[in-house]
């Protein structure tokens, strides 16, 4: 079973599945992260950015 997170747009609440993320990109101030995924969508996130950089980061660091 895939791994998703739940995160808040402008569009609403959107569940990202793990799997199709290709990369992210965060502010530097934290206040703005920007998720690509491998169908080409971008996915603008607008609230607990820290939370979900943690998580991300925690997935795709390297070993």
């Not at 808040?8 to 690509?36: F, H, P, V």
């Amino acid at each position: 079973m895939s791994k998703w997170i739940k995160a808040t747009t402008e569009g609403g609440i959107t569940r990202i599945r793990m799997d199709a993320i290709c990369a992210y990109q965060a502010s530097d101030d934290g206040k703005k992260l920007l998720i690509y995924t491998k169908d080409n969508s971008l996915f603008d996130i607008i609230d607990d950015t820290n939370s979900i950089l943690a998580i991300l980061d925690s997935k795709f660091s390297p070993e």
